[in-house]
């Protein structure tokens, strides 16, 4: 019974809490998604734009807690420590592997014409937490036509990617 309950702490501390607000869009359209995450003294924010038929479109920002208890905007890549690269290096792998699964498909070929695939620095990526997650957007910026390949989204545990993040 010890352990059950050890496991369950040790889950526990590997969990963002998240919340999601709609607003109107004073356009009269769908409504804007927020969705807010703090995880150990970070927040981030997802912050999603429907077009007129409903897609989202999203804008992240990341913050960190200060002494004084209020959240200050940072760097995407200040909420990692000294082996950042290492992770980064990780992450656009990941990326590019899935890139190169879209291109190969003969049916995606018109959307990906002309486009290469070229590393990401973080600064380029949407990060977000969410559960027992952290995961990393990014688009390939093609065309709106193309919107549902114009992407891929890389999700590591909050666990396994301790070792990057700064305490």
Same mark, same amino acid.
């Given at each position: /019974? ?18 999601? *607000?709609? %607003? ?5 359209? /769908?409504?804007?998604?927020? *969705? ?23 804008n992240f920002?990341?913050?960190? *807690? ?76 093609l065309p709106?036509?193309c919107m549902?390949?114009?992407? %891929? ?15």
């Open positions: /019974m010890f352990a059950a309950v050890s496991s369950a702490q040790t889950s526990a501390a590997y969990k963002a809490t998240c919340t999601e *607000k709609y %607003t109107d869009d004073p356009y009269g359209g /769908m409504p804007i998604l927020t *969705k807010t995450c703090f995880y150990k003294k970070f927040k981030t924010v997802a912050k999603g734009y429907p077009d007129r038929v409903g897609r989202y479109s999203y920002s990341i913050y960190s *807690k200060q002494p004084n208890g209020k959240y200050v905007q940072i760097k995407n890549e200040n909420i990692f420590n000294q082996d950042k690269d290492e992770l980064l290096s990780i992450v656009n792998a990941k990326i590019e592997n899935d890139y190169k699964l879209f291109v190969r498909d003969p049916e995606n070929a018109p959307c990906f014409e002309g486009f290469t695939y070229s590393p990401y620095t973080f600064e380029q990526m949407g990060i977000t937490f969410e559960d027992n997650q952290i995961l990393f957007q990014v688009t390939f910026g709106s036509l549902s390949l114009d992407g %891929t989204i890389v999700t590591f545990g909050l666990a396994d990617i301790q070792k990057y993040l700064k305490n």
